[in-house]
């Protein structure tokens, strides 16, 4: 069984930066593409950015350019840094792998992008 454990997450005006840090229990980064994803209130949850296991990444056009996925394998961690975020960027991000496993699901970061 694989624990994603995200954390990072906040409160920031718009126009701000954080880094969303997922840590898993054990090594899986080397073998499956990871993604963030991120669900806002009534809306269903949506892939942002995904990062193969040699690094190629993809994302979703609302962030492309203002958000950077990157993967650290020796430490079975995956990053997200947002910048110049938007209240549109507000939601509860979510670390799985691409296409997600349900049982990897983890709590989320709430990110909070207001004035």
């Known amino acids: 069984q694989v624990q994603l454990v995200e954390s990072g997450g906040g409160l920031v005006q718009p126009g701000g930066s954080l880094r969303l840090s997922c840590a898993a229990s054990?090594?899986?980064?080397?073998?499956?593409?990871m993604g963030w994803y991120r669900q806002a209130p009534g809306k269903q949850r949506e892939l942002v950015a995904s990062i193969t296991n040699v690094g190629n990444t993809n994302y979703a056009s609302s962030v492309k350019g203002r958000f950077t996925i990157s993967r650290d394998n020796a430490k079975n961690t995956v990053y997200l840094q947002m910048n110049s975020l938007k209240p549109e960027d507000t939601a509860v991000y979510y670390c799985?792998?691409?296409?997600?496993?349900?049982?990897?699901w983890g709590q989320g970061t709430q990110v909070t992008v207001s004035s």
């Open positions: 799985n792998t691409v296409p997600s496993r349900g049982n990897y």
């Open positions: 054990r090594s899986i980064f080397s073998i499956y593409v």
